[in-house]
T-cell receptor, first 113, second 117 residues
Framework: SAVISQKPSRDICQRGTSLTIQCQVD?????MFWYRQQPGQSLTLIAT?????????ESGFVIDKFPISRPNLTFSTLTVSNMSPEDSSIYLC??????????FGEGSRLTVL | AQSVAQPEDQVNVAEGNPLTVKCTYS??????LFWYVQYPNRGLQFLLK??????LVKGSYGFEAEFNKSQTSFHLKKPSALVSDSALYFC???????????????FGAGTRLFVKA
């Protein structure tokens, strides 16, 4: 398994501002994934972040809105840019340790006013 | 394209009774199938997976799931439910296709399980 730490755990932000979410893993991993989850709803994959390459975004998500960094094998950040109330959600970082299953951080609950 | 369906928004069961949470899937090639559980205000926890081999797989907390290829199903089961099993359960599928961004796992809509004492 893996221990995944996300910061912040929650935040309240103003419309038009940006917030960067950090994800730290206690072991080196190749693939890290960022998901979005409305409370009590399903998860939607935003992008896959591999170290040393540009993130791969899913349909409906673009780099200008959700820039991702992956500077090394244990760390990634997701920025939610120019936020609107529709961006209020829980953002989850996850990793695949090659067994196929994903391990998740506790999530970052974002509220945009 | 891969997809996952969880036809029940909610499942209610009495403590001590068996429980089943349903999942069907669609994927190209051989599927990797997973169940995850989410307790209130927590991240997702991996329960079990099927990749190959025995169709009945056992996982954490006494849960098991049965892979049925002909019905493209992967139902989650437990012989005797506990009140502490009450949570949100997600079925997920990953196909075997390596993309530029790696493997992609998609999740069902989730089924909320209520176990009544």
């Amino acid at each position: 398994s893996a221990v995944i730490s996300q910061k912040p755990s929650r935040d309240i932000c103003q419309r038009g501002t940006s917030l960067t979410i950090q994800c730290q893993v206690d072991s080196q991993v190749t693939m890290m994934f960022w998901y979005r989850q409305q409370p009590g709803q399903s998860l939607t994959l935003i992008a896959t972040a591999n170290q040393g390459s540009e993130a791969t975004y899913e349909s409906g998500f673009v780099i200008d809105k959700f820039p991702i960094s992956r500077p090394n094998l244990t760390f990634s950040t997701l920025t939610v840019s120019n936020m609107s109330p529709e961006d209020s959600s829980i953002y989850l970082c996850s990793v695949d340790l090659r067994g196929g299953e994903l391990f998740f951080g506790e999530g970052s609950r974002l509220t945009v006013l | 394209a891969q997809s996952v369906a969880q036809p029940e928004d909610q499942v209610n069961v009495a403590e001590g009774n068996p429980l089943t949470v349903k999942c069907t899937y669609s994927v190209s090639g051989n599927p990797y199938l997973f169940w995850y559980v989410q307790y209130p205000n927590r991240g997702l926890q991996f329960l079990l997976k099927y990749i190959t081999g025995d169709n009945l797989v056992k996982g954490s907390y006494g849960f098991e799931a049965e892979f049925n290829k002909s019905q493209t199903s992967f139902h989650l089961k437990k012989p005797s439910a506990l009140v502490s099993d009450s949570a949100l359960y997600f079925c997920a599928v990953r196909d075997g296709l390596m993309r530029a961004g790696g493997f992609k796992t998609i999740f069902g809509a989730g089924t909320r399980l209520f176990v009544k004492a």
